[in-house]
């Protein structure tokens, strides 16, 4: 269930934003690629998720329990995201957006119970009906997260998801971060530019790393 | 790069304390400057007050308006005219209205072009934003938008029908082999009797409109970051566009949507053009009976126009109602978790869809140039025996009138407009409480009336209104009723963006040059340039394209470019025809290439500037 990059490096009209990664993370574990904002951290992200803009170029391989996912398209990859933004979809409901996560072929009362379920260990409970607007800060990450997590990903990538929180509501939302992750037993990958939101796997710092 | 708020507010504080400002600004404002920077405010009280003239007028005019305009249409439909003598109320034009032989088949056809319009144009759109968003084909349809939002309906009508048409273009490439007809056949196309020919144009008219306007809305939300969401959890992007986008959307479209929904039942030149004929779509058969001699078939009319009124409205509550009844089905469905859709594979049909569509505006254009230039023409042929310059040298001699009118009465309608739209999106940016935003929006809302109720509803009353103050049949009664609807589409076209002005360049520039008027045409208007001038075509082709007001209120004196179109495409001589729909397409297209190239070449070496 590893999520592994083999010599992976990213191209922009022929010329290299970082040299080539190496970088193996085991399920449970979340990896940190610290560096500057425009070293090129975020875009490794997209890369990995699939979403890489046309501009770029990726060479080496991103390997998924073993298998490469170099040609997959975004939506099968079975890779989460969560972004510095919460992006809860702003028309719907908590439990909407929820839902909108969850497998498909399920009937709705399981659905429903799942949500429920899902929103009680985040400590958010009855929060189905409410508005994404009315949330709190902290609490639109959680949500955002579990939106994320309800999806059954298979690897979990963080674009700087603590970056817009007040200080005292980063620790919390680290922690709940991480321990999903061991929970789930999923490789994680953490992009940030501050040393205080690292994680206790693998580091790579993209400053140094030329 | 727009300043930073810190960068600004530091900028603020060094004009306060340069030395050579002018002694006589009071320094109580000086004083109040970080306050006011922080709340955008550019002009003092003053200022506001007189920014307040702009929406009073606004309001005040579309209020007598429609207003009266309402009123002196449902009177007489109640038998009350006192400038012909009638002064008793009377149900008598009704029950003649509703035992008219033609007022089955009216209605009938009415309904089904205007409702297959409007549910055409709206899936349409949203079905080809669906499937074809962020493709190529999207994006040539996205560059094309412009000038075929530019092609007046009755120009558009005209090229439609001399190529659907029993002996027109697309029956002519096909014949003799492989039809193996020498004649024209005989159908009854255009002018079916079910409207089906009307609608078919319509949609086609339309769509691209729904397009516009979604493509507007589409600003307004991070279209990338959500279709990154979407696709993460495992959504294919057709239906990524589908579940989420679209129903975002919407709220913006809603008012456009309502618009078409109006337009497409009680339109008029275009059904005179391609509509059914015995007995023609009811708002065609009311602007034939307020021009009958006979007062009493005028009051009738008075009645058929109010009862058109009742059905525009009914069908606007039809589709709040079907609007919450769908969100009421689908809000779960969208959460149920179907990662796939039908439209994913029918991507080739999308794509095959839009390529038609803008081939047969493209085909449209082709075949009127092509007959402006005919001298003669047997059927089968596929291009004309003998060409010929003759009816456009022709036509310049007649032009002269009808165009001055036209460019005039466009000319004035939209420069009232733009002044009057800017005035009030500045009186707007002098509030700064979000309730009172707010509550001024919705009192202005009004302009969009016109927008949303049919012309011959209320145009029989505005006659009466300008009558009544000497004004019918002059320029500027022609003028006025032009700004009518010329005003809503500029503040349509102009709001958003004006509204998203940076409001700290305002401070900052006022600031430096110490009068905010000096300021605002300095610095405010050149900025806005490119979407003032895009309003200023948007206005000149709407006002070129009104045809009732222009029959109604310029009283047979006046005739445009539009009423000789309307008047030549019964006739039977199509290269007559052809010439004037492209003096018709000419003005808008024309002014549409102003509004693109002089802010480019104005601003050449201003990248920023360049979009």
């Known amino acids: 269930m590893s999520l592994e990059l083999k010599h992976v490096q990213i191209t922009r009209k022929g010329q290299a934003l970082f040299a080539p990664i190496c970088l193996n993370i085991f399920p449970g574990e979340t990896a940190t690629v610290m560096g500057a904002s425009g070293c090129g951290k975020s875009t490794l992200l997209s890369a990995i998720c699939g979403s890489l803009s046309r501009e770029f170029r990726l060479k080496g391989e991103i390997l998924l329990k073993g298998h490469s996912i170099n040609p997959v398209p975004m939506e099968r990859r079975n890779i989460g995201i969560l972004f510095q933004d919460d992006l809860l979809f702003p028309h719907m409901s908590i439990g909407s957006n929820l839902a909108f996560a969850l497998p498909p072929g399920m009937p709705r009362y399981l659905r429903d119970e799942k949500v429920k379920h899902a929103l009680g260990q985040a400590g958010l409970e009855g929060f189905e009906d409410r508005d994404p607007a009315t949330l709190s800060g902290g609490q639109r990450s959680r949500a955002s997260l579990l939106r994320t997590l309800l999806a059954r990903p298979k690897a979990l990538l963080l674009d700087e998801p603590f970056s817009r929180l007040d200080h005292g509501l980063k620790g919390q939302i680290r922690e709940f971060v991480f321990d999903q992750v061991k929970k789930m037993n999923i490789p994680a990958l953490l992009v940030t530019h501050d040393p205080g939101d690292m994680a206790e796997g693998p580091l790579i710092d993209l400053t140094t790393h030329r | ?611």
């Open chain 2, 1 to 611: 790069m727009p300043l930073t708020r810190k960068q600004h507010e530091r900028l603020a504080n060094v004009v306060t304390f340069t030395p050579h400002m002018r002694p006589g600004n009071p320094p109580k404002a000086r004083a109040d400057l970080p306050d006011q920077a922080d709340q955008g405010i550019s002009s003092g009280t003053g200022m506001g007050t007189f920014l307040l003239l702009f929406p009073g007028s606004v309001f005040f005019t579309f209020l007598v308006t429609v207003g009266a305009g309402l009123w002196g249409t449902w009177l007489p439909s109640l038998g009350y005219l006192p400038a012909m003598g009638k002064t008793t109320l009377t149900l008598h034009p009704w029950t003649e209205l509703f035992n008219h032989p033609a007022i089955g088949g009216a209605v009938r056809s009415t309904l089904v072009s205007g409702w297959g319009t409007a549910l055409g144009a709206f899936l349409l759109s949203g079905l080809l934003f669906a499937m074809n968003y962020g493709s190529r084909t999207w994006g040539v349809m996205e560059k094309m938008l412009a000038p075929i939002l530019s092609v007046p309906h009755a120009a558009f009508a005209i090229g439609l029908s001399f190529l659907i048409s029993p002996g027109g273009w697309l029956v002519r490439m096909v014949s003799p082999g492989l039809t193996g007809v020498d004649l024209p056949p005989a159908w009854v196309i255009p002018k079916d009797p079910q409207g089906l020919s009307l609608m078919i144009a319509l949609v086609l008219k339309e769509t691209p409109f729904m397009i516009l306007v979604m493509a507007g809305a589409l600003q307004q939300i991070d279209y990338n970051a959500t279709m990154a969401v979407g696709r993460s959890l495992g959504y294919r992007p057709a239906q990524v566009r589908l579940k989420i986008l679209l129903p975002q959307l919407f709220p913006h479209m809603r008012l456009s949507l309502y618009a078409v929904i109006a337009y497409s039942l009680s339109v008029v030149d275009m059904s005179m053009i391609l509509g059914p004929t015995t007995p023609p779509t009811l708002p065609v058969l009311v602007v034939q009976w307020f021009n009958d001699p006979m007062l009493e078939t005028r009051l009738m009319g008075a009645a058929g126009a109010t009862l058109l009124l009742g059905m525009v409205l009914g069908s606007l509550l039809l589709a709040y109602i079907l609007e919450k009844a769908i969100i009421r089905c689908f809000e779960w469905r969208v959460a149920n978790g179907r990662r796939e859709t039908l439209l994913s594979p029918m991507t080739p049909v999308g794509r095959t869809l839009l390529m038609g569509g803008m081939t047969v505006f493209t085909l449209t254009m082709v075949i009127l140039v092509i007959w402006s230039f005919t001298w003669q023409w047997p059927f089968p042929e596929v291009l004309p025996a003998q060409w010929s310059f003759r009816f456009w040298e022709k036509s310049i001699h007649d032009l002269g009138s009808p165009m001055g009118t036209t460019l005039i009465t466009g000319l004035a309608a939209t420069m009232a407009g733009l002044v009057l739209t800017i005035g009030c999106l500045e009186y707007e940016a002098t509030l700064s409480k979000t309730i009172a935003i707010n509550r001024y929006k919705k009192c202005m809302s009004i302009i969009y009336l016109p927008l949303l109720l049919p012309q011959v509803a209320f145009i029989f009353g505005v006659q009466m209104l300008l009558t009544w103050f000497h004004l019918d049949a002059s320029a500027t009664g022609l003028i006025w009723s032009h700004l009518i609807f010329v005003l809503p589409y500029i503040f349509l076209t102009l709001g958003s963006v004006y509204r998203s002005f940076d409001r700290r360049i305002m401070t900052t520039a006022t600031l430096l040059c110490g009068s905010p008027m000096k300021a605002f045409l300095k610095v405010k208007l050149p900025m806005l340039l490119r979407p003032i001038l895009f309003s200023f075509a948007v206005g000149i082709s709407v006002s070129v394209a009104q045809y009732i007001p222009t029959l109604f209120i310029g009283a047979g004196r006046f005739s445009t470019i539009t009423t000789e179109v309307v008047a030549l495409a019964s006739g039977s001589d199509r290269r007559v025809a052809a010439v004037y729909a492209l003096y018709q397409q000419l003005i808008p297209m024309g002014v549409y290439l102003l509004a693109i190239f002089v802010p480019k070449l104005m601003f050449i070496n201003r990248k920023r500037m360049q979009r």
